[in-house]
C-alpha cells in the first residue's frame, strides 16, 4: 500500500473527552472517527486491524470446531418477550417500532434469537453438542458511554452459544473454550489473567471473565500472590480473618450508654478496640426481579466493606440501593445503633464473623451499644461471604497475600444452563427418548475493545505501538526525500520485492519532509520502519524498531534476507 494513496487522516488534536491513551491515540492517528455518544467509524487502517483480531478469532473458534453464522442485528421483540427478558433488561435495550407499529429490539447480545435459530430443528440428542458463533454488531445503550472504543454503545462482539444434553458435557466445552480464548489473547499479544466472574442474577453454575491487566481498567480484580488465583472483586473470597491481639480482649457482656457515639471510628475511640471486634450494621435496600424491594441489614465487621455484589447475591436481589436515615426510621431502625438483634428486618451477617465473640455492637435503642456480644450458636442460617476482600487478605488457596489490580474485561465464559431454553421452550429428545431443555453455555469477546485494549497496553508518549498480530503493517519505508531518484528507486523496488514475498508493507511516498513521516510513523506505530535516506550513498538503510526506537544499519544487498527474518 502507498501512503499517497490511503486515507490516514492523523491529527495532533486529542478529542476533548479522551481520558485514555488508546482512545485518544487510536484519534489521532487515524484508526477511528468518532460518529456520535459511544459510536465510532473505523478508517482503513481501523478496519484492517480489526478484521485482523477477527481473523485470529475466527481461527482458533474454528479449530475448536465451533461453526460461525451470522445473525439479525434487528430482533423480534417477541423473542424477549418471550424469554423474560425484554422488561428485565432495562435501558440498555434500545426498543425500536417499524411503520406498522411492530417492536424490535437492536441486538445487545443474541441467547434469544440462537435458541429461536435451533428450536425445533435440533431434536435429538445424536444431534448435540453444537457451538455456534457469529462476529457481529451489538448495541448497548450504556448509561455512561466513554474511553472510545472500551465502552462504545455500538460494538464488535464475538459471541457464541453451544448447546449440550448433559451438564458433564457443558462443562467440557466450557474448558474448552478456556483454553481457546487463552489462546487467542496470548496470541494477540495481550498480558491477561482468568478471573473467577459473577454469574449474576442470571444463576448459572460458573462464570469466568479474561482481563487484561491495565492501570486504567475499569474492574477491580484480586489477585494472589503466590499461586494463579485471581477473582472479580464482586466474587473474590479470603480465608478467614485473624484477630489483631495475641489474647481475646476481656469484655464484660451488657449495655453501655454511648451518647451520640454512632460511627464506627467513634466507637474505636470510645471503647479503644479494634474495628475487627465491632459488628458494623449497613443498611440497603434490596430491589427484585418484580420491583419489589426491602429494606436489609448487613452486618460486618468494623473495618470489612459489603461488597454489594455478593450481597445482592444472597439475597438473589437484581441490586442493593441506598436507604436514607428517614426510611430507616419509618422502618423502626435506629440509624447509629443498629444492632443484630433488630426486630422484623431482614439481615445478612459476613461468615468471618460466624461463631465469634466479644463483639460490640448496637443496642436498637437510641446511644446504646451492647458489649460482648457473642455469636456462638446464633443467627444459624443468617450467614453469608458478602465483605469485599482488602488489599493484604490471605488466599484461600494457598495462604498467600492478596493484593487489588485493574482490569479490562476481554472475553467472559458462562455456564446458562437451562435459563434460556426453559422459557423459549427448545428441547430435544435424550437417550432415553425423554424430551428436554438443552443445557447452553454462552462465550463472548470484544472484539473491537480489544483494538483499544492492545493499545492501552502497548504505546508510548509519542503513539502507538501495534503487536506483531494486531499490526495493520509490519513496515514502513520511508523515502527520506521523494526528489532524490535513488532513494525512490530504490524504495519502490524493495516495496515491490515485499510485496511479491507476501509481506505486509506501507510505502511512505507522500511529498513531505522526512521529519513529518517519522512522527507519523511513531503516532501509527506499525513495528518496524526502514528509513532509506542519505545513508543509500553508503549502500545502507536504516531499520528502526518502533518498541523500542532502536536503529539499526543494514547493507542495502542484505536488506531482503534481513527483513525475512523481520517482518
Ligand atoms: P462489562 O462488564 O465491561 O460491561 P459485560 O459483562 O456487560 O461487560 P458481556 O455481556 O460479558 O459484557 O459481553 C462480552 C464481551 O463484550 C465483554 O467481555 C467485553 O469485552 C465486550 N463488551 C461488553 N460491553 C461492551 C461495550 N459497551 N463496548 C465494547 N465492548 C463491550
Ligand atoms: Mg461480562
Not at 460518529?35 to 480489526?50: D, E, H, Q, R, T
Not at 417500532?97 to 435440533?122: C, G, H, Q, W
Not at 486504567?216 to 472479580?232: L, V, Y
Not at 479470603?238 to 450508654?257: H, I, L
Request: hydrophobic share 40%.
Amino acid at each position: 500500500m502507498r501512503f499517497s494513496k490511503f486515507y490516514i487522516p492523523t491529527t495532533k488534536q486529542a478529542p476533548n473527552d479522551a481520558l485514555l491513551p488508546s482512545h485518544k491515540l487510536l484519534i489521532q492517528a487515524g484508526f477511528i472517527s468518532q460518529v456520535g455518544s459511544g459510536i465510532y467509524n473505523f478508517l482503513p487502517l481501523g478496519k484492517i486491524v480489526l478484521d485482523k483480531i477477527r481473523a485470529i478469532v475466527k481461527k482458533e473458534l474454528d479449530k475448536a470446531g465451533c461453526l460461525e453464522v451470522q445473525l439479525g442485528f434487528v430482533t423480534p421483540s417477541e423473542l424477549w418477550i418471550e424469554s423474560g427478558r425484554y422488561l428485565k433488561y432495562g435501558k440498555e435495550l434500545l426498543r425500536i417500532k417499524d411503520r406498522k407499529n411492530n417492536e424490535f429490539v437492536l441486538s445487545p447480545t443474541a441467547e434469544e434469537m440462537m435458541v429461536d435459530l435451533i428450536r425445533n430443528k435440533v431434536k435429538s440428542y445424536k444431534q448435540l453438542p453444537l457451538h455456534l458463533y457469529q462476529i457481529n454488531t451489538k448495541f448497548r445503550d450504556e448509561a455512561r458511554p466513554r474511553f472510545g472504543l472500551l465502552r462504545g454503545r455500538e460494538f464488535l462482539m464475538e459471541d457464541g452459544y453451544s448447546f449440550h444434553e448433559n451438564y458433564e458435557d457443558l462443562d467440557r466445552e466450557f474448558e474448552l473454550m478456556e483454553k481457546t480464548y487463552s489462546k487467542i489473547f496470548t496470541k494477540l499479544g495481550l498480558d491477561f489473567r482468568i478471573v473467577e466472574a459473577d454469574s449474576g442474577a442470571i444463576g448459572g453454575t460458573g462464570s469466568k471473565e479474561f482481563m487484561v491487566l491495565a492501570q486504567n481498567g475499569e474492574d477491580d480484580i484480586i489477585i494472589c500472590d503466590n499461586c494463579s488465583n485471581a477473582a472479580n472483586v464482586e466474587v473474590a473470597k479470603r480465608e478467614k480473618r485473624v484477630s489483631p491481639y495475641k489474647e481475646e480482649p476481656e469484655m464484660v457482656p451488657g449495655k453501655f450508654y454511648t451518647p451520640n457515639i454512632k460511627t464506627i471510628n467513634d466507637l474505636i475511640d470510645f471503647f479503644s478496640i479494634e474495628p475487627y471486634y465491632i459488628a458494623k450494621a449497613v443498611a440497603k435496600r434490596a430491589v427484585f426481579d418484580d420491583a419489589s424491594s426491602k429494606i436489609v441489614i448487613f452486618f460486618l465487621r468494623g473495618d470489612d466493606n459489603l461488597e454489594e455484589t455478593k450481597g445482592a447475591n444472597v439475597l438473589k436481589a437484581i441490586e442493593l440501593i441506598d436507604v436514607s436515615e428517614e426510611e430507616l426510621k419509618e422502618s423502626g431502625l435506629i440509624p447509629g445503633f443498629i444492632g443484630l438483634d433488630v426486630k422484623n428486618i431482614d439481615i445478612v451477617i459476613d461468615i468471618d464473623l460466624k461463631e465469634q465473640d466479644n463483639l460490640i455492637c448496637g443496642a436498637n435503642e437510641v446511644d446504646y451499644h451492647l458489649v460482648g456480644y457473642s455469636l456462638k450458636d446464633k443467627f444459624e442460617n443468617k450467614f453469608a461471604d458478602i465483605a469485599e476482600v482488602r488489599e493484604g487478605d490471605k488466599c484461600p488457596k494457598c495462604g498467600g497475600i492478596l493484593s487489588k489490580t485493574k482490569g479490562i474485561e476481554v472475553g467472559h465464559i458462562f455456564k446458562l444452563g437451562t435459563r434460556y431454553t426453559d422459557p423459549l421452550k427448545a428441547n430435544f429428545l435424550d437417550r432415553n427418548g425423554k424430551s428436554q431443555p438443552f443445557i447452553m453455555g454462552t462465550y463472548g469477546i470484544g472484539i473491537s475493545r480489544l483494538e483499544a485494549v492492545i493499545i492501552e497496553q502497548s504505546h508510548d508518549d509519542k503513539g502507538c505501538i501495534w503487536t506483531k498480530e494486531s499490526a495493520p503493517y509490519m513496515l514502513d519505508i520511508i523515502v527520506s526525500n521523494i526528489k532524490n531518484e535513488d532513494e525512490l528507486n530504490f524504495s519502490n523496488k524493495l516495496y515491490n520485492e515485499l510485496i511479491n514475498l507476501d509481506k505486509e508493507v506501507i510505502i511512505d511516498d507522500r511529498k513531505e519532509r522526512f521529519g513529518f513521516k517519522m512522527k507519523d510513523f511513531e503516532l501509527i506505530g506499525f513495528p518496524y520502519a526502514l528509513i532509506v535516506g542519505k545513508s543509500l550513498k553508503d549502500d545502507k538503510v536504516e531499520l528502526i524498531e518502533r518498541k523500542t526506537l532502536k536503529k539499526t544499519l543494514i547493507d542495502k544487498d542484505k536488506i531482503i534476507e534481513f527483513l525475512k527474518g523481520v517482518i
